[in-house]
């Protein structure tokens, strides 16, 4: 397979690119499974649900981002505001194919985003957050101001905590980033490559039983929808994780067919890369528990969380990370916490569940859906 790309659509430009891609194949290794996937769907995205029209000026959002700005720099204790911004995105892929297939989609986004270093004394803290919508009318400049301003007076006195195991319950943007990082063990290509330590654990158990992940594109609420993969095949919702039970990797047309089972519709492929295999929008299924219940007797809150990547092994599972966040006493916070590491290994934990909320919740850039998870004897270091 060759591929190529052109930033011109002149028909000069096509030419060379597709005289590129025909010299690129020559030299390409071979991959027997790889072929063009045979459908003939005319697959159209929804633009009044998913990239209505912005009505909004450039204007009201230099005014929005300034506004913005000044508000939490007035706040107490704000010592600078070095980012903040309102972005507004449009994107638009179309695939075709010599068997038949029509895909076109198109998305707009606007988001909004603060980050405040809050000051006392010789004591400081930097916190931020953000927002997204389909419309720049739904951002709410006042909130956003509001909440960031709390996290950094909340965080600013933290210290650490006497070191052993702890209940830890993620926040909903940590739990997010942290599932992120482990995500390639759904993958069929890690699968492929032999990197994927859940390769050879299908239809066994691997978490605790109340654990459910899915993969749904499907659902419009989130900013991962998407009606088809990169490939053209039409997205549909995966159970990756069924009661505790590895039910399915995520594949492509070239994964499914070297594991000989169905395509999932996970394709990934850009104007530079190469076929791959990603996730559209995990979720996890409710639980039975309220977060109250999941908040009882002492547990640890993570809010934040520092070298994501650097400190961790998707493949053993290992991790160690820096962390703040609150010490707690059922709902009440004991303590703010500051200067710790949190270590272990993420596989592990999967079946150290010890409750799930009933009340998924969207991290702010919409890309998971998770109900609040109670981890048990969490390894934090002070």
């Known amino acids: 397979v060759g591929t190529a790309y052109s930033e011109a659509i002149d028909d000069d430009a096509i030419h060379t690119m597709v005289d590129q891609a025909l010299l690129n194949a020559s030299y390409a290794g071979e991959e027997p499974a790889e072929r063009i996937v045979?459908?003939?769907?005319?697959?159209?995205?929804?633009?009044?649900?998913?990239?209505?029209?912005?009505?909004?000026?450039?204007?009201?959002?230099?005014d929005f981002a300034l506004t913005l700005e000044a508000s939490?720099?007035?706040?107490?204790?704000?010592?600078?505001?070095?980012?903040?911004?309102?972005?507004?995105?449009?994107?638009?892929?179309?695939?075709?194919?010599?068997?038949?297939?029509?895909?076109?989609?198109?998305?707009?986004?606007?988001?909004?985003?603060?980050?405040?270093?809050?000051?006392?004394?010789?004591?400081?803290a930097m916190e931020g957050g953000g927002q997204a919508s389909r419309t720049f009318d739904a951002l709410d400049k006042d909130a956003l101001v509001a909440r960031v301003h709390q996290a950094g007076l909340d965080i600013l006195h933290g210290k650490p905590v006497a070191s052993g195991p702890y209940d830890v319950i993620f926040d909903v943007e940590t739990q997010s980033a942290l599932f992120s990082v482990f995500l390639m063990m759904f993958s069929g290509k890690s699968a492929k490559d032999?990197?994927?330590?859940?390769?050879?654990?299908?239809?066994?158990?691997?978490?605790?039983?109340?654990?459910?992940?899915?993969?749904?594109?499907?659902?419009?609420?989130?900013?991962?929808?998407?009606?088809?993969?990169?490939?053209?095949?039409?997205?549909?919702?995966?159970?990756?994780?069924?009661?505790?039970?590895?039910?399915?990797?995520?594949h492509n047309s070239?994964?499914?067919?070297?594991?000989?089972?169905?395509?999932?519709?996970?394709?990934?492929?850009?104007?530079?890369?190469?076929?791959?295999?990603?996730?559209?929008?995990?979720k996890a299924m409710a639980g039975e528990e309220t977060e109250e219940d999941c908040m009882a007797g002492q547990w640890l809150e993570i809010t934040d969380l520092t070298g994501l990547h650097s400190g961790a092994n998707p493949i053993s599972g290992e991790f160690s990370f820096g962390a703040s966040g609150f010490l707690h006493d059922g709902s009440n916070r004991v303590q703010p916490v500051r200067g710790i590491t949190v270590a272990g290994n993420f596989y592990t934990m999967l079946n150290t569940i010890s409750s799930i909320s009933d009340t998924p919740l969207w991290n702010w850039q919409r890309s998971s859906c998770l109900p609040m998870i109670r981890f048990a004897n969490v390894s934090v270091s002070g």
């Open 254 to 282: 070239v994964t499914a067919a070297h594991f000989d089972t169905g395509n999932t519709a996970h394709a990934t492929r850009g104007p530079r890369s190469t076929l791959g295999v990603g996730l559209h929008q995990l």
């Open 194 to 250: 032999g990197v994927n330590p859940m390769r050879d654990r299908l239809g066994e158990t691997i978490a605790d039983t109340r654990l459910t992940l899915v993969d749904d594109p499907e659902d419009t609420s989130g900013f991962g929808y998407s009606l088809f993969d990169d490939e053209g095949s039409l997205a549909k919702r995966t159970t990756l994780i069924d009661a505790g039970v590895l039910t399915s990797l995520a």
């Open 38 to 62: 045979a459908s003939e769907h005319q697959l159209q995205t929804d633009d009044a649900l998913l990239c209505p029209p912005d009505t909004s000026t450039v204007e009201e959002k230099i």
């Open 72 to 124: 939490l720099a007035e706040k107490s204790k704000v010592q600078s505001v070095p980012y903040n911004g309102v972005q507004a995105g449009f994107g638009q892929r179309q695939i075709f194919s010599t068997q038949g297939l029509s895909a076109s989609a198109r998305y707009a986004t606007m988001s909004a985003y603060a980050y405040a270093l809050i000051e006392e004394g010789e004591v400081n």
